[in-house]
T-cell receptor
Framework: GESVGLHLPTLSVQEGDNSIINCAYS??????FIWYKQESGKGPQFIID?????DKRQGQRVTVLLNKTVKHLSLQIAATQPGDSAVYFC????????????FGKGTLLTVNP | DAGVIQSPRHEVTEMGQEVTLRCKPI?????LFWYRQTMMRGLELLIY????????DSGMPEDRFSAKMPNASFSTLKIQPSEPRDSAVYFC?????????????FGEGSWLTVV
């Protein structure tokens, strides 16, 4: 069935390094994608979004890349900090149900000092 | 700005008891969602309201679950009777629906344990 999945369930990086979290989606009809960060004991927090008419969008220390050809989404975090340690989810908005986000399983990012 | 507010933050209850979770969405938002999160199933959409009207409740597990939204600033999710398998984190979220691409903002969750 249609789904959003993550290649890597865990990622461990050194403080100061750049992090790349990947996400694959299978529904070519999706046209809106969001990255969420969830810290322990908290709700998912919006990080950045991108529409399918774009292939790159930048925020503060974060960049989302969208490759529609291979249905791949990535989140790049520059100069990763201990406070970036969390589970990161990609979410997919399916056109025929524009209210419903389908979430991936999540990737646990651990930043080592 | 106040985000989505949920209560209680934590609840431990005995099997068979009624559980009521509460949510206050972000002011001005017209869409409200209830999600459930478990390790096994991740984030699952339970029900979606638009302008206080339930639009899609296909994710509600069974008749023991019910949700209401009597006005634009309040919603409840009720489980009656509760079972141990209902133990999970329940998130309320809201957004302003304006076509494709609606950023959904989550509350901090209600952590439910049914023993």
């Amino acid at each position: 069935g249609e789904s959003v999945g993550l290649h890597l369930p865990t990622l461990s990086v050194q403080e100061g390094d750049n992090s790349i979290i990947n996400c694959a989606y299978s529904n070519s009809a999706s046209d809106y994608f969001i990255w969420y960060k969830q810290e322990s004991g908290k709700g998912p927090q919006f990080i950045i979004d991108i529409r399918s008419n774009m292939d790159k969008r930048q925020g503060q220390r974060v960049t989302v890349l969208l490759n529609k050809t291979v249905k791949h989404l990535s989140l790049q975090i520059a100069a990763t900090q201990p406070g970036d340690s969390a589970v990161y989810f990609c979410a997919e908005n399916i056109i025929d149900s524009n209210y419903k986000l389908t979430f991936g399983k999540g990737t646990l990012l651990t930043v080592n000092p | 700005d106040a985000g989505v507010i949920q209560s209680p933050r934590h609840e431990v209850t005995e099997m068979g008891q009624e559980v009521t979770l509460r949510c206050k969405p972000i002011s001005g938002h017209n869409s409200l969602f209830w999600y459930r999160q478990t390790m096994m199933r991740g984030l699952e959409l339970l029900i979606y309201f638009n302008n206080n009207v339930p639009i899609d409740d296909s994710g509600m597990p069974e008749d023991r679950f019910s949700a209401k939204m009597p006005n634009a600033s309040f919603s409840t999710l009720k489980i009656q009777p509760s079972e141990p398998r209902d133990s999970a984190v329940y998130f309320c979220a809201s957004s302003f629906r304006q076509g494709v691409g609606n950023t959904i903002y989550f509350g901090e969750g209600s952590w439910l344990t049914v023993v």
